[in-house]
């Protein structure tokens, strides 16, 4: 069965108004008859309902093994379900609604088995990057998102591999799915790790406690009371999963977190993120690739490298969830130049390490090396045929005069300042070993280049792997 329609839509933008169609998701609702009771009704989506079915009793309680359902028939042009189940089902059982998307239900269950849940003891642990890792492969597999924005999607792996998917319009029902697909194919979740496109709730903690789930991120945030239910039932809970970013809110042990090194000392790390953006059209620092932002992937590797970022932008509440000091420009509508001296001038260290936000393939070791470089200048720059790299480049506050002085005369060019201060040129040739492609230097000003970055894209690759990536996007800009 369709998962959806399509449907006659008006399409509005700044050129105007038109029509066309748009795939519109199915919203099924589903009657469970159990044991010859009328129970309860699910919204779901019209695909696999068996696997829906089978593992919302399971995640109930009611249901162990495929043993326990003595027959499971579905008529999908009625919405009807019947189901006879080996337990008996209590008089006085009510069901209740939730907070899942579409109305989840559960039952009045006690939830002692959340306490003692096998998770709680023992479990494995993960390694951030098999967290990532999950987090993309569940996007790649999440068509019905991309195709009208409508569908919630859950998956399972072992910590190198997915092990089972699903998608529904409900969040709830997508582990759901999850439960009963394993129940017929008979994979044990105990010590799996979960990942969610929706919020975390205590529900859907509950229900991942049950199949022994040692692990839970989601690309957006938990509750309150899931949480503090993680904690209680042994479980690792992450949220905001993004690019390489995540956030630990309960059982941090169960990771296997990457040692990033001693940060940079006496550096700051500068973001310019003010540019005018003609080329492109649209605010480059916005584009996304690899599920987040140019900025944020910038921004990860700026903060294992220094213990203080700064972002310079005059539109601060575009990085309000940047946990960052964000800082406006000093001279307004004065290019980049103004931006490094802004960075410059805010910053508590006496060097600043600067960087574009349109260049997502910059490299923690390329940055070491310009920083730890035994160099003494104001400024130490990348240099090679196509000139410097100012905007990949370390400055010293003794430029300020100088660089006032540029900005004061109206002269907008980075590299007007150069002749009063000492600057130092480091080769790219310096570089070649830690970056064989010069992708730490290369930025993307054109619509053309970031679609082409985008088709580019290969399944399991990063902004993080970039060699084979970044080498299609041809020269330059």
Same mark, same amino acid.
């Given at each position: 069965?369709?998962?959806?329609?399509?449907?006659?839509?008006?399409?509005?933008?700044?050129? +105007?108004?038109?029509?066309?169609?748009?795939?519109?998701?199915?919203?099924?609702?589903?009657?469970?008859?159990?044991?010859?009771?009328?129970?309860?009704?699910?919204?779901?989506?019209?695909?696999?309902?068996?696997?829906?079915?089978?593992?919302?009793?399971?995640?109930? &309680? =009611?249901?162990?093994?495929?043993?326990?359902?003595?027959?499971?028939?579905?008529?999908?042009?009625?919405?009807?379900?019947?189901?006879?189940?080996?337990?008996?089902?209590?008089?006085? @059982?009510?069901?209740?609604?939730?907070?899942?998307?579409?109305?989840?239900?559960?039952?009045?269950?006690? =939830?002692?088995?959340?306490?003692?849940?096998?998770? /709680?003891? *023992?479990?494995?642990?993960? %390694?951030?990057?098999?967290?990532?890792?999950?987090?993309?492969?569940?996007?790649?597999?999440? $068509?019905?998102?991309?195709?009208?924005?409508?569908?919630?999607?859950? /998956?399972? *792996?072992?910590?190198?591999?997915?092990?089972?998917?699903?998608?529904?319009?409900?969040?709830?029902?997508?582990?759901?799915?999850?439960? &009963? $697909?394993?129940?017929?194919?008979?994979?044990?979740?105990?010590?799996?790790?979960?990942?969610?496109?929706?919020?975390? %709730?205590?529900?859907?903690? /509950?229900?991942?406690?049950?199949?022994?789930?040692?692990?839970?991120?989601?690309?957006?945030?938990?509750?309150?009371?899931?949480?503090?239910?993680?904690?209680?039932?042994?479980?690792?809970?992450?949220?905001?999963?993004?690019?390489?970013?995540?956030?630990?809110?309960?059982?941090?042990?169960?990771?296997?977190?990457?040692?990033?090194?001693?940060? #940079?000392?006496?550096?700051?790390?500068?973001?310019?993120?003010?540019?005018?953006?003609?080329? =492109?059209?649209?605010?480059?620092?916005?584009?996304?690739?690899?599920?987040?932002?140019?900025?944020?992937?910038?921004?990860?590797? @700026?903060?294992?490298?220094?213990? $203080?970022?700064?972002?310079?932008?005059?539109?601060?509440?575009?990085?309000?969830?940047?946990?960052?000091? !964000?800082?406006?420009?000093?001279?307004?509508?004065?290019?980049?130049?103004? +931006?490094?001296?802004?960075?410059?001038?805010?910053?508590?260290?006496?060097?600043?390490?600067?960087?574009?936000?349109?260049?997502?393939?910059?490299?923690?070791?390329?940055?070491?090396?310009?920083?730890?470089?035994?160099?003494? +200048?104001?400024?130490?720059?990348?240099?090679?045929?196509?000139?410097?790299?100012?905007?990949?480049?370390?400055?010293?506050? &003794?430029?300020?005069? /100088?660089?006032?002085?540029? #900005?004061?005369?109206?002269?907008?060019?980075?590299?007007?300042?150069?002749?009063?201060? !000492?600057?130092?040129?480091?080769?790219?040739?310096?570089?070649?070993?830690?970056?064989?492609?010069?992708?730490?230097?290369?930025?993307?000003?054109?619509?053309?280049?970031?679609?082409?970055?985008? $088709?580019?894209?290969?399944? *399991?690759?990063?902004?993080?792997?970039?060699?084979?990536?970044?080498?299609?996007?041809?020269?330059?800009?």
């Amino acid at each position: 069965m369709e998962q959806n329609n399509q449907g006659k839509i008006v399409r509005v933008d700044k050129t +105007g108004a038109t029509l066309s169609e748009r795939a519109v998701v199915r919203e099924f609702p589903l009657r469970l008859t159990v044991n010859g009771r009328e129970l309860a009704t699910l919204i779901a989506s019209p695909h696999q309902l068996n696997y829906l079915v089978a593992g919302f009793f399971r995640l109930q &309680g =009611m249901v162990a093994t495929l043993d326990d359902i003595l027959s499971l028939g579905i008529c999908s042009d009625f919405g009807a379900a019947r189901v006879q189940l080996r337990q008996d089902i209590p008089l006085d @059982l009510r069901p209740v609604l939730t907070s899942g998307c579409g109305t989840g239900i559960t039952f009045d269950f006690p =939830m002692e088995a959340v306490e003692t849940t096998p998770s /709680a003891a *023992g479990a494995p642990t993960f %390694s951030a990057e098999s967290i990532f890792s999950l987090m993309r492969e569940l996007q790649r597999h999440a $068509e019905g998102y991309r195709r009208h924005g409508g569908m919630h999607s859950a /998956a399972v *792996g072992d910590g190198q591999k997915m092990l089972l998917y699903a998608e529904d319009i409900g969040r709830h029902n997508t582990l759901d799915r999850i439960a &009963g $697909e394993a129940l017929f194919k008979g994979v044990d979740l105990s010590g799996k790790l979960l990942v969610t496109s929706g919020r975390v %709730s205590t529900e859907m903690v /509950a229900k991942a406690a049950r199949l022994g789930i040692a692990a839970i991120a989601s690309r957006t945030s938990p509750t309150d009371m899931a949480v503090r239910l993680s904690e209680q039932a042994g479980i690792c809970l992450i949220g905001y999963v993004r690019a390489e970013t995540m956030e630990i809110f309960s059982h941090a042990g169960r990771l296997r977190l990457p040692d990033a090194g001693p940060r #940079l000392a006496g550096v700051t790390g500068v973001i310019l993120a003010g540019g005018e953006s003609r080329r =492109m059209g649209s605010d480059k620092s916005l584009l996304p690739i690899d599920g987040a932002r140019f900025i944020d992937h910038i921004y990860r590797r @700026l903060n294992t490298l220094f213990d $203080e970022v700064i972002i310079v932008t005059n539109s601060p509440d575009l990085y309000a969830d940047i946990p960052c000091r !964000k800082v406006p420009d000093l001279h307004r509508a004065q290019g980049s130049l103004a +931006g490094i001296h802004s960075g410059l001038h805010h910053a508590r260290h006496e060097r600043i390490f600067v960087v574009a936000c349109d260049m997502p393939f910059v490299s923690p070791a390329v940055i070491r090396h310009l920083c730890l470089a035994n160099k003494t +200048g104001d400024v130490v720059i990348p240099w090679g045929e196509q000139g410097f790299e100012p905007l990949h480049a370390v400055y010293g506050k &003794g430029c300020l005069p /100088a660089m006032e002085r540029t #900005l004061v005369r109206g002269d907008r060019r980075i590299v007007s300042f150069f002749d009063e201060v !000492k600057v130092v040129q480091m080769p790219l040739e310096d570089f070649a070993e830690l970056d064989p492609q010069g992708l730490s230097f290369r930025n993307i000003n054109t619509p053309q280049e970031y679609f082409h970055l985008r $088709e580019k894209q290969i399944p *399991g690759n990063t902004v993080e792997q970039t060699d084979t990536l970044g080498a299609r996007l041809g020269q330059k800009g």
